[in-house]
T-cell receptor
Framework: DGGITQSPKYLFRKEGQNVTLSCEQN?????MYWYRQDPGQGLRLIYY???????QKGDIAEGYSVSREKKESFPLTVTSAQKNPTAFYLC?????????????FGSGTRLTVV | RKEVEQDPGPFNVPEGATVAFNCTYS??????FFWYRQDCRKEPKLLMS???SGNEDGRFTAQLNRASQYISLLIRDSKLSDSATYLC?????????????FGSGTRLLVRP
């Protein structure tokens, strides 16, 4: 079955550490996205990528970095520069030319700073 | 003005009730519209796309009013399992049509 896999499901980070969240899809989607969701709030766009080796900043990119070396993979690194990283992180993918199908989401990674 | 605005609720209704959610969007060039459902601590899942002529899927009816830049979702005969947060979602516009903007969501609680 096609889908998006995010790992790990839960992640604990110490102050000053960088951590990388994994996102892999086998839907053959060109576009991939990273969102952050804080409790009781909506989704905020961190980074997105339409094609391999290209990505753009979203609304809250500071303190985060991404890479898109393969179509299937779009990992997100939360750096020590992100001052408040505790949140629910969601990866999504889509076919830009078929946006009327919406996005497919992974099951998310819950990141907690300890 | 927010790009996509929703009443946060919560809407607290008894089983069997009919409930309606509204959403307004700011970009008149938007072409694609959706309602997503998000359960507590889970990822959003597509509930239904919204078409210009309005569309229905079982107990759920979605309407679009382009002139007023307004989208609605009607749930008839509410079930306990309908309790969730409903997200109104709109594409960014012609230049970045692949980008979706999510509203903050409307929380629905269906009580026995």
């Amino acid at each position: 079955d096609g889908g998006i896999t995010q790992s790990p499901k839960y992640l604990f980070r110490k102050e000053g550490q960088n951590v990388t969240l994994s996102c892999e899809q086998n839907l053959n989607h060109d576009a991939m996205y990273w969102y952050r969701q804080d409790p009781g709030q909506g989704l905020r766009l961190i980074y997105y990528s339409q094609i391999v080796n290209d990505f753009q900043k979203g609304d809250i990119a500071e303190g985060y970095s991404v890479s898109r070396e393969k179509k299937e993979s779009f990992p997100l690194t939360v750096t020590s520069a992100q001052k408040n990283p505790t949140a629910f992180y969601l990866c999504a993918s889509s076919r830009p030319q078929e946006i009327y199908y919406g996005y497919t989401f992974g099951s998310g990674t819950r990141l907690t700073v300890v | 003005r927010k790009e996509v605005e929703q009443d946060p609720g919560p809407f607290n209704v008894p089983e069997g009730a009919t409930v309606a959610f509204n959403c307004t969007y700011s970009n008149s060039a938007s072409q694609s519209f959706f309602w997503y459902r998000q359960d507590c601590r889970k990822e959003p899942k597509l509930l239904m796309s919204v078409y210009s002529s309005g569309n229905e899927d079982g107990r759920f009816t979605a309407q679009l009013n382009r002139a007023s830049q307004y989208i609605s979702l009607l749930i008839r005969d509410s079930k306990l399992s309908d309790s969730a947060t409903y997200l109104c979602v709109v594409n960014f516009g012609m230049d970045s049509s692949y980008k979706l903007i999510f509203g903050s969501g409307t929380r629905l609680l269906v009580r026995p």
